[in-house]
Nanobody
Framework: QVQLVESGGGLVQPGGSLRLSCAAS????????MSWYRQPPGKQRELVAT???????DYLDSVKSRFTISRDNDKKTVYLHMNSLTPEDTAVYYC????????????????WGQGTQVTVSS
């Protein structure tokens, strides 16, 4: 069984910062692409940031220069550092990852975390 467990959400004032974490656990033999998505109230889920196993990153235009995605491969954990937060960043944030769950044969699957609420409000 594979799980992605997120933490770090909460209430923050505009202009503030938060760091989200997402750790993979269970029968994990490798973690490939890791991403953060978010779903604002009443809107569709959108891709916020992605990081490959080698460290290449990509971002949603509206968060570039404010958010930074990083990962610790030894800890099977991905982070999202969020700075200069605005009310438009309010959403449930989800972790997503491609995980190798068997050795032989080599098989991967995509998994989601349970989501963590981020609220930006004064």
């Amino acid at each position: 069984q594979v799980q992605l467990v997120e933490s770090g959400g909460g209430l923050v004032q505009p202009g503030g910062s938060l760091r989200l974490s997402c750790a993979a656990s269970g029968t994990v033999f490798g973690v490939n692409v890791m991403s953060w998505y978010r779903q604002p109230p009443g809107k569709q889920r959108e891709l916020v940031a992605t990081i490959t196993k080698g460290g290449s990153t990509d971002y949603l235009d509206s968060v570039k220069s404010r958010f930074t995605i990083s990962r610790d491969n030894d800890k099977k954990t991905v982070y999202l550092h969020m700075n200069s937060l605005t009310p438009e960043d309010t959403a449930v944030y989800y972790c997503n990852a491609e995980i190798q769950y068997t050795i032989l044969p080599f098989r991967t699957n995509w998994y989601w975390g349970q989501g963590t609420q981020v609220t930006v409000s004064s």
